[in-house]
């Protein structure tokens, strides 16, 4: 494992009955990238990171994080999904810290830490209120938050924006680039949404229709800080044009 790879998977398989969810796989991940996987439904995006988080044991391989073997472990990644699963009953800084709080005792560093992200990035007027009071986008910040209040290098966000409108979603793109380049964390994003991908990424996984495997793996050399106008550069065109005809070729074999 070189230096500047965080994550290693090599040989990685998922079999659930008769039905192949993931063929082998090998990938690595360098430290402080942003990867994003598409594919079309049901190609084992969401059951690879099941396999990355320990949730579920793979059939054969290995993953190796941080020059650890972590196959069957659990607690070494944040985990966020596309609902924000929020508890009710907690205000937004409870919210922050359940981490914490699940692992025993949510100390006064605990709460600091969360008071610091949701100042910084913009809640810090609302540390004392319920989700019930919040938008979707602000549920998104503050399930992102609590899942960078977990302290782990790699984030694992599975369709995190998907359930928002067009000018929410692009709004908190911005700000998931702002904390990213902030935190310095690496970061593995599941989406169906090409642009996104490319707004976001350094890199884009191209996985294949069931039984899922890594069919391209392309470089996003776009300049950052990304705007607006990075939407409709003709790099930007182009990029995406790749993406839609690897997912459209492989859907039509």
């Known amino acids: 494992m070189s230096s500047s790879s965080l994550l290693e998977l090599r040989g990685i398989s998922k079999t659930f009955a008769s039905t192949t969810a993931l063929s082998t796989m090998d990938l690595t991940i360098e430290r402080g990238s942003f990867v994003s996987i598409v594919g079309p439904s049901g190609c084992g995006k969401s059951t690879l990171f099941n396999v990355l988080s320990g949730l579920i044991q793979p059939d054969g391989g290995s993953i190796n994080l941080e020059g650890r073997d972590v196959i069957g472990a659990t607690g070494h990644v944040g985990y966020m999904l596309q609902k924000d699963l929020l ?9 922050i810290t359940l981490g914490a709080r699940l692992k025993g005792k949510v100390t006064a560093e605990d709460r600091d830490q969360a ?3 949701a100042e910084k990035y913009g809640l810090g007027d609302f540390l004392n209120h319920y989700p019930s009071a919040l938008s979707g986008g602000m549920r998104q910040r503050v399930a992102l938050m609590r899942t960078l209040a977990t302290n782990h290098q790699l984030l694992l966000l599975d369709e995190p924006f998907g359930a928002l409108d067009a000018q929410t979603r692009f709004e908190m793109q911005q700000w998931l680039l702002q904390v990213w380049r902030d935190t310095q964390r690496t970061v593995l994003f599941i989406t169906h949404d090409v642009d996104e991908a490319v707004f976001l990424s350094d890199r884009i996984l191209v996985m294949s229709p069931r039984p ?3 069919v391209d793996d392309l470089a996003v050399n776009l300049p950052r800080p990304r705007t607006l106008e990075t939407l ?3 790099a930007f065109t182009e990029i995406k044009s790749k993406v839609l005809h690897q997912l459209h070729h492989e859907r039509a074999l």
């Open 115 to 117: 008071k610091g992200f």
């Open 212 to 214: 899922g495997r890594v």
């Open 87 to 95: 508890v009710p009953w907690r205000t937004v800084l409870g919210n």
């Open 232 to 234: 409709v550069s003709p």
